[in-house]
């Protein structure tokens, strides 16, 4: 019995059917089943009653009905259908009522007329709704004014014996029929906006996971190279590491003077000063002194010249100066340290380099702990200015070759009450937007600061502009500037959301052709926004 009354609940509908528009559909047929089981529930008390024609009212209404929706099942023309269903059902309830005699023979059966502006509320529009009841109340009038004519021509003997019946029959079966009719209404209601947020939340978690797998890529990029540069580095350092042990045995085995231990002394802290602040020389200038100081090398019988020319370069020590301290040390112990000295130079280079790379993991390890921290609480105390620190360390390997960032931020610490991994979704969109707009010489400028109850984010960058035609419209779902395949067109569909609707703030963007600005502004306390 249920799998007939869904078959015939859903006839009408068409695959491309809104979920609105089924619903309309559904409770058209609804209405019209229910109200035609009153109809054949008053016809066969009318033919008991020996009201054998006025029987044909309800009994009428009945096949008019089934007529209405043969039709619609093979036209599927709802607009025609809800029409005549709606007229019918407001009509042939006064109709009967009036060739019964009126409101009292009839049990005031008029009132199943009321059905039909139920309907026309859920799938008419406010101007026919407003036809329907202002027909309601005429036909409602004329019959109070003429309820005596019909009473006094159609003379119901027998009315006083079952008109209090069909009084409490019509209340009670309406009443129950139209509950019915709108928890049918609001349970729909209630199902599809529960579907309409899933999908929501859906769109949210697609955005969030494509914001993350843009993050994955860029985070490996950037771990991958300080890592590369730290394994190289390490295993570098064991050769130059056995070379230099060799070379301070070799310095060991030497009678030095304390001019020759001091002079080590102040090679060691000029090596190690230089392997973490070099000095830039021009490459053709570092050519000529390299190759000078090879020969001078060479020159004073000391192998490997070649190896140890460029470590010497880079500690300061080119044929000048070599030349300049020679006469004040023995030559022997000079050379010896000049070469331990050589060999020293690499291993502090190549410890500077270790400690470079593993600091650079570090940093990238403790911004995205802390971008991921925040997901962990659905609300708390957020530091604007860290959340978008971590976010540029993050995007780190996103900012192509010459884009500079400037930083302009509020002196004073910037802590709100927000979802801090919404607002890390929302400055990675905003920030790896700006830099795809930009080349290679762009300028990202942030802004902070604290407008009254708010805190105001200005991210701006000075790539071609957003089109002034369609400003409007990037925020909305799945629109896109970018080409197929580029961008989903949820980004800043997200960032909306997320500003708007979960934090009660506001986002707006600014363009011209070399400046585009978006201005985010979050209430500093959740529970009071404040920011429009």
Not at 9 to 23: K, V, Y
Request: aromatic fraction near 8%; glycine fraction near 6%; charge should be negative.
């Amino acid at each position: 019995m249920i799998n007939i009354v869904d078959y015939i609940a859903s006839i009408g509908i068409q695959p491309n059917d809104r979920e609105d528009a089924i619903l309309q559909k559904r409770f058209l047929v609804y209405q019209a089943l229910l109200m035609s089981g009153g109809g054949i529930l008053w016809g066969i008390l009318a033919l008991v009653l020996n009201r054998e024609w006025q029987s044909t009212v309800p009994f009428g209404y009945v096949l008019i009905t089934a007529v209405n929706l043969l039709y619609f099942h093979h036209s599927g023309d709802f607009r025609v259908v809800k029409a005549i269903q709606t007229g019918i059902s407001l009509l042939l309830p006064f109709l009967f009522q009036w060739v019964l005699g009126g409101f009292i023979a009839s049990g005031a059966v008029m009132l199943w007329a009321l059905m039909s502006l139920a309907a026309s509320v859920t799938y008419q529009s406010n101007r026919k709704v407003a036809f329907w009841l202002g027909l309601y109340i005429v036909l409602t009038l004329f019959s109070g004014y003429f309820d005596q004519n019909f009473k006094a021509w159609i003379r119901p003997d027998d009315a006083e014996a079952y008109s209090v019946p069909a009084m409490v029959m019509n209340i009670a079966v309406i009443s129950t029929i139209l509950l019915w009719l709108v928890n049918f209404v609001v349970r729909g209601k209630n199902e599809a906006l529960q579907r309409l947020q899933e999908a929501q939340l859906q769109v949210v978690q697609s955005e969030k996971m494509a914001t993350l797998g843009t993050l994955a890529a860029g985070v490996a990029h950037e771990l991958n190279n300080p890592a590369a540069a730290t394994r190289r580095a390490s295993q570098q350092l064991r050769t130059v590491l056995s070379k230099l042990e060799q070379a301070r045995l070799e310095v060991d085995h030497l009678d030095l003077s304390p001019d020759d231990r001091e002079f080590m002394n102040r090679l060691e802290k000029q090596a190690l000063n230089r392997s973490t602040k070099p000095v830039y020389v021009d490459s053709l200038q570092r050519a000529d002194d390299e190759a000078n100081t090879e020969e001078w090398l060479e020159d004073h019988a000391i192998e490997n010249a070649w190896e140890l020319a460029p470590a010497l370069v880079s500690m300061g020590l080119c044929k000048k100066e070599l030349s300049q301290l020679a006469p004040a040390y023995d030559e022997t112990p000079f050379r010896a340290i000049v070469v331990w000295a050589a060999h020293l130079y690499p291993v502090y280079s190549l410890l500077h380099e270790i400690s470079e790379g593993s600091g650079r993991i570090s940093e990238i390890v403790v911004a995205l702990k802390n971008y991921s921290f925040l997901g962990q609480a659905p609300i708390q105390q957020v530091n604007v200015h860290e959340g978008i620190e971590n976010t540029l360390i993050i995007l780190r390997s996103k900012l192509k070759a010459g884009i500079t960032v400037h930083r302009a931020y509020c002196a004073e610490v910037l802590e709100i009450t927000a979802y801090g991994s919404e607002l890390n979704q929302v400055w990675t969109n905003l920030i790896d937007n700006a830099i795809g707009a930009m080349d290679s010489n762009g300028e990202l400028t942030i802004r902070t600061r604290k407008d009254k109850n708010c805190v105001a984010v200005e991210i701006e960058d000075n790539g071609p502009g957003i089109p002034a035609e369609i400003q409007s419209r990037i925020f909305d779902p799945f629109f896109t500037t970018k080409a197929p395949g580029q961008g989903t067109g949820l980004g800043l569909s997200t960032c909306y959301g997320i500003i708007t609707e979960k934090h009660k703030g506001s986002i707006n963007v600014q363009s011209k052709p070399g400046k585009t600005t978006f201005t985010v502004k979050l209430p500093i306390h959740y529970l009071i926004p404040d920011c429009n």
